[in-house]
């Protein structure tokens, strides 16, 4: 049985640093770490509950231990002054087609490409309603 549940740990070990590297995202890490100290509490014959409830129970102390260090470096999405302009109308100065890549709409006195939120053609002279913001493209749809 020792050997059995070496091995399950072992394959959870190197799955979760797998998913980490795929992800990159700080998810499985914690899994990863658990899982090395299962791994070990499994070599020296620890039954298996002991064995889970470790997993566990390192899993949640370095996921609420961490976390604040893993929000600051991953940063928070900051607003820029583009995403202001979301909910507010703009005026369409040449029709959207998405299909063939045309389309402008004017808000603030600025001139912005403009793509329909669900392909609609619109033509020139409408007012539309900006539901997001892509670089420097406007996502609208008709008001």
Not at 13 to 39: D, K, N, P, R, Y
Not at 72 to 87: F, H
Not at 112 to 132: L, R, Y
Request: overall charge neutral.
């Amino acid at each position: 049985m020792t050997v059995t549940m070496v091995l399950v740990w072992v394959i959870i070990l190197i799955g979760a640093i797998v998913l980490e590297i795929m992800t990159v995202q700080f998810v499985s890490i914690w899994f990863a770490f658990a899982a090395l100290v299962a791994v070990i509490l499994a070599g020296l014959g620890t039954p298996v509950w002991a064995q889970l409830l470790c997993f566990v129970a390192v899993t949640l102390i370095l996921l609420i231990a961490t976390r604040p260090l893993v929000k600051k470096l991953r940063g928070e999405y900051v607003r820029t002054n583009a995403d202001m302009n979301i909910g507010k109308l703009a005026v369409v100065t040449e029709d959207v087609i998405n299909e063939r890549s045309l389309g402008r709409a004017i808000i603030g006195g600025v001139s912005w490409k403009a793509v329909s939120e669900d392909g609609e053609h619109i033509p020139e002279g409408s007012t539309v309603v900006i539901k997001d913001v892509d670089g420097a493209k406007l996502i609208v749809s008709q008001k």
